[in-house]
């Protein structure tokens, strides 16, 4: 089921007074098991307060639809030292199949675009068919060979902000 007009939860960066409602979507996905897929850091409440106060140059973003956040997605590895960010999300389970992974993987693609990246890169497990379904449909390009850790490497070139056909803007 796709979801349009005013049901569509709002993407936009983490904010500081985000720290109760990320934990508390943090703890959901960790019961839905997604750390199996997703796993760029413990999904727990100090995490969560971490994330709600980071002043850097890397990105974490957020679905919120009414009062609860129901996506977490980020763009990282400028704080590193590195040009290529990697990029992961997390739809909570309830909210999945209605095109909100797509929806903040875009505005995650904006973000990118906004800082300067010519590409972005991501890993994921072959067998998580949806996520590389998803990506694949996107236009990232993959490596099919397995990294030690089981997972398969991936880069999106980006249009060029001047080049863009007007399709994908942040909304
Ligand atoms: C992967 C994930 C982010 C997708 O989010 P979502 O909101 O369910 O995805 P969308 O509704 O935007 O669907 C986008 C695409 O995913 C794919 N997809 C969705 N449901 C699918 C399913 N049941 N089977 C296969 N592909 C599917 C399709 O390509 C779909 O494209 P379409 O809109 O043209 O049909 C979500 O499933 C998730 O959070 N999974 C757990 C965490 C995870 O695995 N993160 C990625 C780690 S690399």
């Given at each position: 089921?796709?979801?349009?007009?005013?049901?569509?939860?709002?993407?936009?960066?983490?904010?500081?007074?985000?720290?109760?409602?990320?934990?508390?979507?943090?703890?959901?996905?960790?019961?839905?098991?997604?750390?199996?897929?997703?796993?760029?850091?413990?999904?727990?409440q100090?995490?969560?307060?971490?994330?709600?106060?980071?002043?850097?140059k890397?990105?974490?973003?957020?679905?919120?639809?009414?009062?609860?956040?129901?996506?977490y997605?980020?763009?990282?590895?400028?704080?590193?030292?590195?040009?290529?960010?990697?990029?992961?999300?997390?739809?909570?389970?309830s909210?999945?199949?209605?095109?909100?992974?797509?929806?903040?993987?875009?505005?995650?693609?904006?973000?990118?675009?906004?800082?300067?990246?010519?590409?972005?890169?991501?890993?994921?497990?072959?067998?998580?068919?949806?996520?590389?379904?998803?990506?694949?449909?996107?236009?990232?390009?993959?490596?099919?060979?397995?990294?030690?850790?089981?997972?398969?490497?991936?880069?999106?070139?980006?249009?060029?902000?001047?080049?863009?056909?007007?399709?994908?803007?942040?909304?």
């Open positions: 089921m796709k979801v349009s007009g005013s049901d569509l939860p709002a993407c936009r960066p983490v904010q500081p007074d985000d720290a109760c409602a990320l934990g508390r979507l943090f703890e959901r996905l960790q019961s839905q098991g997604v750390e199996k897929f997703f796993h760029p850091h413990p999904l727990t100090e995490a969560a307060e971490h994330r709600a106060a980071y002043a850097g890397d990105v974490y973003c957020v679905l919120q639809m009414g009062t609860d956040l129901v996506g997605g980020l763009l990282r590895g400028w704080d590193d030292g590195y040009d290529v960010p990697s990029l992961g999300l997390a739809i909570d389970a909210q999945q199949g209605r095109g909100h992974g797509r929806r903040l993987m875009e505005f995650l693609h904006v973000l990118a675009r906004q800082r300067g990246a010519k590409r972005i890169r991501l890993r994921v497990y072959p067998e998580n068919v949806r996520a590389l379904a998803l990506y694949q449909s996107l236009g990232y390009a993959f490596n099919l060979k397995r990294g030690t850790d089981g997972q398969i490497l991936g880069f999106l070139e980006l249009i060029p902000e001047n080049e863009l056909p007007g399709k994908e803007q942040a909304r």
